[in-house]
């Protein structure tokens, strides 16, 4: 696609509930990112995926947090039995496997834990 | 590990004054210097971009120099508009490896008539 797109952009969910967030990155970018933003605050680094590597989970920040990624495409990450602290904006990025590039962000997907 | 430092907000200027946004690193090797803005209500998106020593990146009238010296990228615009609101964030990628995007924490700037 032209962008990246996430979904869904909205979510509200109980908590205990399982919940899983969608990210379908720009086509031909090996890298994928995805990051926390609590209200008012910077981005929490939570994994990266490039091609076929190991991915990086240094940044997840529980057992209850878990992310996949097929070859080059789609992501979905998954929080399971949700607490109040995972409320955030959840944002992905991709990017091109070439040295020097940017990163390109979706709109984020906005979790509510009621 | 890498490590991005930004000044805190928010940052409160009138219309067409000078903005400095202080940022410095802590990187291995020789990262890319990012500088990301996220305007209210929307998603991130590049500002400008440096990828080594020297480099001064611009768009839409900012600025940011790479200087390795004293490993940092300040953004700075001359005259800053109402419509510059919006959160700024230092960025850096390792250039070699694994390519983690390490950001600071962002600063608010609000600009008033």
């Known amino acids: 696609g032209a962008g990246v797109s996430q979904s869904p952009s909205n979510k509200v969910t109980e908590k205990g509930k399982d919940v899983e967030l969608r990210c379908d990155p720009i086509?031909?970018?090996?890298?994928l990112y995805w990051y926390r933003q609590r209200l008012g605050q910077g981005l929490e680094f939570l994994i990266y995926?490039?091609?076929?590597?190991?991915?990086?989970k240094s940044g997840l920040p529980s057992d209850r947090f878990s992310a996949e990624r097929t070859g080059e495409s789609v992501s979905t990450l998954t929080i399971q039995r949700t607490q109040q602290e995972d409320s955030a904006v959840y944002l992905c990025?991709?990017?091109?496997?070439?040295?020097?590039?940017?990163?390109?962000f979706g709109q984020g997907t906005r979790l509510t834990v009621v | 590990g890498d490590s991005v430092t930004q000044m805190e907000g928010p940052v409160t200027l009138s219309e067409e004054a000078f903005l400095t946004i202080n940022c410095t690193y802590t990187?291995?090797?020789?990262?890319?210097l990012f500088w990301y803005v996220q305007y209210p209500g929307e998603g991130l998106q590049l500002l400008l971009k440096?990828?080594?020593?020297?480099d001064k990146g611009s768009n839409k009238g900012f600025e940011a120099t790479y200087r390795k010296e004293t490993t940092s990228f300040h953004l700075e615009k001359g005259s800053v508009q109402v419509s510059d609101s919006a959160v700024y964030f230092c960025a850096l990628g390792g250039s070699t490896g694994f390519q983690k995007l390490v950001f600071g924490t962002g600063t608010r700037l609000l600009v008033s008539p």
């Open positions: 086509s031909g970018h090996t890298a």
């Open positions: 995926f490039q091609g076929n590597s190991a991915p990086d």
């Open positions: 440096a990828t080594k020593a020297d």
């Open positions: 990187a291995t090797g020789y990262p890319s």
């Open positions: 990025a991709s990017r091109t496997g070439q040295q020097n590039t940017e990163a390109f």
